[in-house]
């Protein structure tokens, strides 16, 4: 199982809190190697098989059942109580807490150790990433 915004999903080892762009133009994730593992439309969020998880409404994340579970304001990204979760620069990502959990060099991820992570397509000055967090989980 992995989380995408709150939502738990099965089918990889890749997990990524949210992942969102401002135009309505489709975004596919992927994990290390390769596997997509969600895609984004600019208002939905879907899962590797096509199923709607989420979705954002301005500033607001809500998962498949209505439920507010994050919010993003500016650089920084809330979850659904109010606490902040990370933050973007434009060049490195950053936890709750101010600490570097990773970058971005335009289409690949990377953890904090340098490992190649993920890859994002259409990243270009028309879209933007407004939030990503990724993390390994061992999968339940």
Request: a neutral charge; aromatic letters at 16%.
């Amino acid at each position: 199982m992995f989380t995408i915004a709150g939502a738990r999903l099965a089918g990889t080892l890749l997990a990524f809190g949210a992942l969102f762009c401002l135009e309505a133009q489709a975004q596919y994730c992927y994990d290390g190697s390769g596997r997509t593992i969600g895609r984004i439309d600019g208002k939905y969020l879907y899962d590797g098989s096509g199923k709607t998880i989420g979705r954002m409404d301005g500033n607001y994340i809500y998962d498949g059942s209505g439920k507010t579970i994050g919010r993003v304001d500016g650089n920084y990204y809330y979850d659904g109580s109010g606490r902040t979760i990370g933050r973007v620069d434009g060049k490195y990502v950053y936890d709750g807490s101010g600490r570097t959990i990773g970058r971005v060099d335009g289409k690949y991820l990377y953890d904090g150790s340098g490992r190649t992570i993920g890859r994002v397509d259409e990243v270009d000055e028309r879209t933007a990433i407004l939030f990503y967090y990724f993390y390994f989980v061992s999968g339940d």
